[in-house]
């Protein structure tokens, strides 16, 4: 089966610019999820979509992210403006779960690398 | 929120020897618990998880404990090869939240 997939896979942006990451999850699965992964660190929640829905937004920066999955399959993440702090690898993950105490594996995508300059 | 603690932050040992890596958990509502593993410039990957049921789940070389009164669970290697060089993240919840990740370089 195919897997996450993500796109750019790299990103080199000057501060303040705007920036959008794509992401397409396995086919059927039902919750997306956007983690941003700054060097050194574990993967940080940012937000979590069930179906078309949002779950779980709490540490998503809203003054600045946006996130929004139509149709319940494809998924972007927007940056406007980015900041320095901003730079890491931006995960994707999806997995087949529901909410309601489903847990299932989560199926990572390769990422994409944000430098902001 | 979930709090993840994780120990060592890195982790070196003799090929063949066996590491074992630590987590606590701040939320009792929590009841998975997956370990992932991330090589340079790539992307998590999951190596085992254990879900609150049960205590112990084992896949070859790769074991994990989970002691749900004590909040924490943790991931034993045995017979560790240089392969097994990596970042391994331990997470929990349902929208995962992980713990800072153990360096573990194996030497030969």
């Known amino acids: 089966e195919a897997g996450v997939a993500q796109s750019p896979r790299y990103k080199i942006i000057e501060k303040r610019q705007s920036v959008a990451f794509w992401c397409n999850p396995i086919?059927?699965?039902?919750?997306l999820y956007w983690y941003q992964q700054i060097l050194g660190q574990g993967p940080k929640l940012l937000i979590q979509?069930?179906?078309?829905?949002?779950?779980?937004d709490s540490q998503l920066p809203k003054d600045r992210f946006s996130a929004e999955r139509l149709k319940g399959v494809d998924s972007t993440l927007k940056i406007q403006p980015a900041k320095l702090e901003d730079s890491a690898v931006y995960l994707c993950?999806?997995?087949?779960?529901?909410?309601?105490?489903?847990?299932?594996?989560?199926?990572f995508g390769p990422g994409t690398r944000l430098t902001v300059l | 929120g979930e709090n993840v603690e994780q120990h060592p932050s890195t982790l070196s040992v003799q090929e063949g020897d066996s590491a074992v890596i630590k987590c606590t958990y701040s939320?009792?509502?929590?009841?998975?618990f997956p370990w992932y593993k991330q090589e340079l410039g790539k992307r998590p990957q999951l190596i085992i998880d254990?879900?609150?049921?049960?205590g112990e789940k084992k896949d070859q070389r790769i074991a994990v404990t989970l002691n749900k009164t004590a909040k924490h669970f943790s991931l034993h290697i045995t017979e560790t090869q240089p392969e097994d060089s990596a970042v391994y993240f331990c997470a929990a919840g349902y929208a995962l939240n992980f713990g800072k990740g153990t360096s573990l370089l194996v030497t030969p």
């Open positions: 979509f069930q179906n078309n829905g949002v779950v779980d």
């Open positions: 993950a999806s997995s087949p779960g529901t909410s309601g105490g489903a847990y299932n594996e989560q199926f």
């Open positions: 939320d009792s509502a929590s009841n998975y």
């Open positions: 086919s059927g699965h039902a919750t």
């Open positions: 254990i879900r609150s049921n049960v």
